[in-house]
């Protein structure tokens, strides 16, 4: 009997080289579960995640799936109920990926394939240094950008569009995506401000939130106008985007289905 489970999952993506497993490291965050999943299944085990996050990139929410055989599951695990399997399997996870939910799916569920949009989120603390304990999930900035500037810019962004020049994909599959929204949002704390901005959208291709974040933050300090995105759009040329923001602001914050 084949069962599938449904995961969400939250981890820090600092020490990681991304989530999809690769034949030269070990060290992603699909191959470390699936890994622990396999010795305690006793079965190779392939999980699905929901979307690809990039070296040092967070998440709060990515959604996964895996299928087991129960019949090489051993009577003892058969027996536990979704609770207690996630509260063994976190037992087993790194200090750094934790299992939030865990629950028994329908056979033809695909974290990927069924997933209707995601929520994408950027922190950006604006001080003229980061605090140690938070560095390593904000970008930091010297001077406060112009948000109203920055929002306005968003209109070109919103919709249907080819995010080809918003990319780093190598690919001959469309690239057509929509993004049905982006908002802001600010937190005065520890000594500096924080900008948070989240997009939401049926999907993104590789490093597209990140160049979008440098192209928002080009406009909003003044460095380029507005015209940029049409130019980039017009163009379809990647190379005109103003810079790739680092990783550690960006977070996965909630897999619609």
Same mark, same amino acid.
Not at 57 to 75: D, F, L, T, W
Not at 83 to 93: F, G, H, K, W
């Given at each position: 009997m084949i069962k599938n489970y449904k995961l969400v999952l939250e981890y820090d993506g600092t020490r990681y080289n991304g989530w999809q497993k690769q034949g030269n490291t070990d060290n992603t965050i699909q191959g470390r579960i699936e890994n622990i999943l396999s010795k305690y299944y006793n079965q190779e085990i392939e999980i699905h995640g929901s979307g690809r996050?990039?070296? +040092?990139?967070?998440? *709060? +929410? $990515?959604?996964? &799936?895996? *299928?087991?055989? @129960? *019949? #090489?599951?051993?009577?003892?695990? @058969? &027996?536990?109920?979704?609770?207690?399997? $996630?509260?063994?399997? &976190?037992? #087993?996870?790194?200090?750094d990926i934790r299992i939030l939910e865990l629950d028994e799916a329908n056979e033809r569920f695909h974290a990927r394939l069924n997933a209707k949009s995601k929520t994408y989120r950027y922190c950006i603390f604006v001080s003229d240094k980061r605090p140690v304990f938070i560095r390593k999930y904000c970008m930091a900035l010297n001077s406060m950008p112009d948000l109203q500037a920055m929002e306005a810019a968003c209109d070109k962004l919103l919709g249907t569009h080819d995010l080809a020049p918003f990319s780093d994909t190598k690919t001959k599959k469309s690239t057509t995506r929509t993004i049905y929204d982006i908002t802001f949002s600010t937190e005065e704390n520890d000594g500096g401000i924080y900008i948070y901005i989240d997009f939401t959208g049926d999907g993104f291709l590789y490093h597209t939130v990140r160049l979008l974040v440098g192209t928002l933050l080009s406009i909003g300090l003044g460095k380029c106008s507005q015209t940029i995105i049409d130019e980039i759009f017009e163009k379809n040329n990647r190379k005109l985007v103003p810079f790739l923001a680092p990783a550690e602001g960006l977070f996965l914050m909630k897999v619609m289905y």
């Open positions: 996050t990039d070296a +040092g990139v967070h998440a *709060k +929410g $990515q959604v996964a &799936n895996y *299928k087991i055989n @129960s *019949k #090489y599951v051993s009577e003892e695990i @058969s &027996n536990l109920t979704c609770t207690e399997i $996630q509260r063994e399997l &976190n037992s #087993y996870l790194p200090e």
